[in-house]
């Protein structure tokens, strides 16, 4: 099943949002590391259930409060590769901008290949 993305036109209230940016959106080799979603803020890894092959990672903006106040820094904040996960915080998200590094696109085979297509991600151009 694909997912699909309505449309989404400029809105000041949605897009001034400060994790909304120019930054791509990044397909990642998942790492044991990464806990939550921030789409849907549900675990990645089930301890009983298979693990996530990828992730999709895009740089934003995050506040949180220190010693010394308010601080704003930049991070990576990964989704799941799903659409609905990513569009929750990014409506103008469009699947087929996904892009990856070259070393992740070299190591997908034929059926991550078509994992990825279920969610509208098509990378079949990066590799040779």
């Not at 675990?43 to 092959?53: D, H, I, L, Q, Y």
């Not at 704003?72 to 799903?82: G, I, L, P, R």
Request: aromatic share 10%; net charge positive; charged share 25%.
């Amino acid at each position: 099943m694909q997912m699909q993305c309505e449309e989404a036109t400029y809105d000041p209230k949605v897009h001034n949002a400060m994790w909304h940016n120019d930054n791509p959106f990044v397909l990642r080799v998942y790492s044991n590391r990464l806990k939550k979603c921030r789409g849907c803020e549900s675990t990645f890894a089930n301890p009983k259930g298979p693990r996530p092959k990828f992730v999709i990672s895009h740089k934003e903006q995050r506040i949180f409060w220190s010693g010394h106040g308010q601080r704003t820094m930049s991070q990576k904040a990964c989704y799941h590769c799903s659409a609905s996960c990513i569009s929750a915080r990014h409506p103008y998200f469009k699947p087929q901008e996904v892009t990856a590094e070259p070393s992740v696109a070299r190591k997908l085979t034929a059926e991550d290949d078509q994992l990825l297509k279920r969610h509208g991600i098509n990378l079949s151009f990066l590799r040779p």
